[in-house]
Nanobody, 121 residues
Framework: QVQVVESGGGLVQAGGSLRLSCGAS????????MGWYRQAPGKQRELVAT???????NYADSVKGRFTISRDNAKNTVYLQMNSLKPEDTAVYYC???????????????WGQGTQVTVSS
């Protein structure tokens, strides 16, 4: 069974930094894109950043210049470095991995359980 697990959330003051990590564990044949999404109370889940297997990145306008997504393909892990955090970044952050397990014939989207990020003003 595929598991996607996030870590690194917490409480930080405005202007501070946090680094989120997300690892996928299973007998994985291939991981395509990985990404981070977030959902604030009363709002829909939104894209934060994605990264392809080749390293191409995409960011939401609201985080450009402040957040950096990266991945370690050897470890099946994706990271999100968040700098200059603002109170409006407060949300539950979810990791997504589009991957194909060895026992599957195609790739599927898998989600982590989410990690809370709270930025105080």
């Amino acid at each position: 069974q595929v598991q996607v697990v996030e870590s690194g959330g917490g409480l930080v003051q405005a202007g501070g930094s946090l680094r989120l990590s997300c690892g996928a564990s299973a007998s994985i044949f291939r991981i395509n894109a990985m990404g981070w999404y977030r959902q604030a109370p009363g709002k829909q889940r939104e894209l934060v950043a994605t990264i392809t297997s080749g390293g191409t990145t995409n960011y939401a306008d609201s985080v450009k210049g402040r957040f950096t997504i990266s991945r370690d393909n050897a470890k099946n892990t994706v990271y999100l470095q968040m700098n200059s955090l603002k109170p409006e970044d407060t949300a539950v952050y979810y990791c997504n991995a589009n991957l194909q397990a060895h026992w599957d014939s195609k790739a599927y989207d898998y989600w982590g359980q989410g990690t809370q990020v709270t930025v105080s003003s």
